[in-house]
C-alpha cells in the first residue's frame, strides 16, 4: 500500500527518485524554496521556475539531474502556483497542489519526495490535504506499460520562509481520513456493497478512543421508522442499512451530528437513468458518507471535545420486484408523507430519515449532512465548488471560511423556504420527493427537503452538496473531509 508522510527534515528527501518543489512562482523565481535541497537542485531548479508557468492548474517544468556519487533524486519537477488566486479560491493552493502534482505521480512504484513552499504558515493543512489525494489508493491495475504495477511512495516537507509549517501528527491524520474516503469512493459496487461499506466504516474506527459503532440494518429499519431508506434499498441484493459512529469524550457538553448519503450505486431505480452514460460512475453516490467517515476519524483522532455522532445512511437504488414506485407514498421517520414522483431522487429520502433519526435520538445543536445530491449542484457552483445551504447566515460564513482553510472550497445557494417549498407541493401526500420545475434552484430546493424532515426541531443546519468535487472527473477526491471538520472544529 502507497504512503504518504509528512516530516520536518529536508534530509529526509535524499533517497527519494523524484523531487517535486511547488511554490508560487515569484518564490519559485527568487530561489529560496530550493534552500537545503543540494547545488544541484537550486541550479536546475532556478532554470525550471523560468519555464514553469502556472496554468489554469498550475504550470510544471521537469528535467534529469546529473548523476551523484552521493545519490540523491534522479528527476527534478518544478510546480508553479499563481502568485494570488481569486477571492472563491483557497490561499492554501490545495486544488492548484492536487491538479498539478497528478499529473506528475504515477502508480510505477516511485519513491517522490514533495517540498511545498507557503506563503503562510496557516496554509499547511489544505496543502497537505492537496498532496494527500494526489496518491489515491484504489488500484486494480495489473500492468504499467508492460511493467509490474507498484504503488508510489512520498515523502512531504512543507516549509516558509521562516522554516517548517504544520502540526506533523494532524497533517498525517488528515491525509489518512482524505485518502480513506477516496479509497471507498473509487471501489466499484461489486466490491463495495452496503455490508462491505459498514465493514470498512468500523475497521476505520477499530480501537479509537471514545468511539463505539452500532448499526440498523434491513427490515429492522422498518422498527425505527426509517421507512425511506428502506424502501430505497429494499430490493437491492444487500440489505440498506445505518450505520451509526458515536465519539462520545468524558466531559462532553455539545453534540454534533454528521449525516452522509451513503448509495453504493443509484440506477436511478425505476426512473432509469437511461439517457447518454448517466449511469456510469453512480459508485460515486456515496461520497457524502466517505466525507463523513473520513471527517468522523479524523475528529476522533484529534480527541475533541464535542460529541460527534455520524450516520452513513446506506442503499443502492437498484431495481427488482419490490422496488419502491413513482405515486407510492412513505410515511418518512419525521412523520410526513412523501409522494414519490421520481425513483432517482433517493438519496434526499435516505438522508432526511438518518437526519431526523439522529437528530430525535441524540439531540444534537449542529447538525451538517452531507451528500452527492444533485447533477444541479455542478450548473449552480461548479465542478470544484460544493453548493452549501444553511437555516443561519452565521454557519454559512463558518463554512465558507472553513473551505478556505482546509481548500475544500464551497459556495453559499439559496436559502429561501418561502419560494422553494412550492416546488414539493402534493395534493395526496404532505410533499413529494422532487421538485416541479427544475430550472428553479433546484439543488438549493433538495437541501430544503431535507430540513423539512428536521424543521420542527430546535437546531443549526448545514447541507453540503459535493456532487461535483467529490468526483470531479475519473478519479475520487475525498472532498468533504477538510471542509467538515473544519467546520466542526470551528462551531
Not at 518564490?27 to 547545488?39: M, R
Not at 502556472?54 to 545519490?71: C, D, E, I, Q, Y
Not at 424502501?231 to 468524558?250: E, K, Q
Not at 446506506?314 to 419525521?334: K, L, Q
Request: net charge negative.
Amino acid at each position: 500500500m502507497s504512503e504518504v508522510r509528512f516530516v520536518s527534515d529536508i534530509g529526509d528527501l535524499d533517497s527519494v527518485q523524484t523531487l517535486v518543489c511547488i511554490g508560487r512562482a515569484a518564490d519559485l523565481a527568487n530561489g529560496w524554496p530550493f534552500d537545503g535541497l543540494g547545488e544541484d537542485v537550486a541550479a536546475y531548479g532556478a532554470r525550471l521556475a523560468n519555464d514553469a508557468r502556472p496554468g489554469r492548474l498550475g504550470g510544471a517544468a521537469k528535467t534529469l539531474l546529473p548523476a551523484s556519487a552521493n545519490g540523491g533524486p534522479e528527476k527534478l519537477v518544478v510546480i508553479a502556483l499563481h502568485d494570488d488566486l481569486s477571492r472563491h479560491l483557497s490561499p492554501t493552493h490545495s486544488y492548484e497542489i492536487y491538479s498539478g502534482l497528478r499529473g506528475v505521480v504515477g502508480g510505477n512504484g516511485k519513491t517522490f519526495g514533495v517540498v511545498v513552499a507557503l506563503s503562510d504558515a496557516s496554509h499547511a493543512f489544505g496543502a497537505a490535504l492537496g498532496i494527500a489525494r494526489s496518491f489515491p489508493l484504489y488500484s486494480r491495475k495489473t500492468s504499467d506499460n508492460g511493467k509490474e504495477s507498484g504503488e508510489s511512495q512520498a515523502t512531504v516537507v512543507l516549509r516558509t520562509r521562516e522554516g517548517g509549517a504544520g502540526d506533523l501528527a494532524d497533517m498525517a491524520r488528515g491525509s489518512a481520513a482524505v485518502r480513506l474516503a477516496q479509497r471507498v469512493v473509487d471501489m466499484p459496487p461489486a466490491e463495495l456493497t452496503t455490508a462491505v461499506f459498514e465493514e470498512e466504516a468500523r475497521d476505520a474506527v477499530d480501537g479509537m478512543t471514545d468511539v463505539t459503532v452500532s448499526s440498523i440494518v434491513g427490515d429492522d429499519l422498518l422498527n425505527e421508522g426509517l421507512r425511506g431508506l428502506h424502501a430505497v434499498g429494499r430490493t437491492a441484493m444487500v440489505a440498506p442499512r445505518v450505520v451509526i459512529l458515536d465519539y462520545n469524550p468524558a466531559g462532553a457538553t455539545e453534540t454534533v451530528a454528521l449525516i452522509g448519503k451513503g448509495l453504493v450505486y443509484d440506477t436511478g431505480g425505476l426512473s432509469l437513468k437511461i439517457v447518454g452514460d448517466r449511469m456510469l460512475t453512480m459508485k460515486c453516490d456515496m461520497g457524502g458518507a466517505a466525507a463523513v467517515l473520513g471527517a468522523f476519524k479524523l475528529l476522533a483522532g484529534r480527541q475533541g471535545g464535542k460529541r460527534v455522532v455520524a450516520a452513513l445512511s446506506m442503499a443502492e437504488n437498484a431495481i427488482g420486484p419490490d422496488s419502491y414506485r413513482p405515486d407510492d407514498i412513505i410515511e418518512m421517520h419525521s412523520g410526513k408523507t412523501v409522494e414519490i414522483n421520481n425513483t432517482d431522487a433517493e438519496g434526499r429520502l435516505a438522508l432526511a430519515d438518518a437526519a431526523s433519526y439522529v437528530a430525535r435520538k441524540y439531540n444534537p445543536s449542529v447538525l451538517i449532512d452531507a451528500a452527492t445530491l444533485t447533477g444541479a449542484q455542478l450548473i449552480a457552483t461548479g465542478k470544484n465548488h460544493a453548493g452549501i445551504v444553511s437555516n443561519g447566515g452565521d454557519l454559512e460564513a463558518l463554512a465558507i471560511q472553513s473551505g478556505h482553510e482546509s481548500g475544500d472550497h464551497c459556495l453559499a445557494m439559496l436559502w429561501s423556504p418561502e419560494l422553494l417549498r412550492a416546488e414539493f407541493k402534493s395534493k395526496v401526500a404532505d410533499m413529494r420527493n422532487s421538485v416541479a420545475d427544475r430550472m428553479n434552484a433546484s439543488s438549493a430546493a433538495a437541501g430544503l427537503f431535507v430540513y423539512s424532515h428536521i424543521e420542527d426541531l430546535d437546531l443549526r443546519w448545514l447541507h453540503i452538496d459535493l456532487a461535483g468535487p467529490a468526483f470531479p472527473d475519473d478519479r475520487a477526491t475525498g472532498y468533504g473531509v477538510g471542509l467538515i471538520a473544519t467546520v466542526v472544529d470551528g462551531l
